[in-house]
Nanobody, 122 residues
Framework: QVQLVESGGGWVQAGGSLRLSCATS????????MGWFRQAPGKQRELVAV???????NYVDSVKGRFVISRDNAKNTVYLQMNSLKPEDTAVYYC????????????????WGQGTQVTVSS
């Protein structure tokens, strides 16, 4: 059974930093492309950061230069370091494995984890 457990969210003032973690089980983590998604109130879930099995990364324009995705295959965990946070980064953040290719990724597993809430105040 696949499990995705996100943690590390919280409340932070604009300009602050948070580091999110996503511990996975039930998958062959090392071969999976992984992504961080976020869903703000009233908005659709969006993919914000990708790390492929080989370690290359990609980001949505709104977080480029501020967020860094990384992975630890020994711990089956993917991370999201978020710096220079803005109020518009407020959302519930989720991780998932990815199917497809760059520009056409879709989440691989259901159900999603519980997510972790990030709130950025101005």
């Amino acid at each position: 059974q696949v499990q995705l457990v996100e943690s590390g969210g919280g409340w932070v003032q604009a300009g602050g930093s948070l580091r999110l973690s996503c511990a996975t089980s039930g998958i062959i983590f090392s071969i999976q492309d992984m992504g961080w998604f976020r869903q703000a109130p009233g908005k659709q879930r969006e993919l914000v950061a990708v790390i492929v099995s080989g370690g290359s990364t990609n980001y949505v324009d709104s977080v480029k230069g501020r967020f860094v995705i990384s992975r630890d295959n020994a711990k089956n965990t993917v991370y999201l370091q978020m710096n220079s946070l803005k109020p518009e980064d407020t959302a519930v953040y989720y991780c998932n494995a990815l199917a497809g290719t760059e520009g056409d990724y879709v989440p691989l597993f259901e159900p999603w984890g519980q997510g972790t809430q990030v709130t950025v105040s101005s």
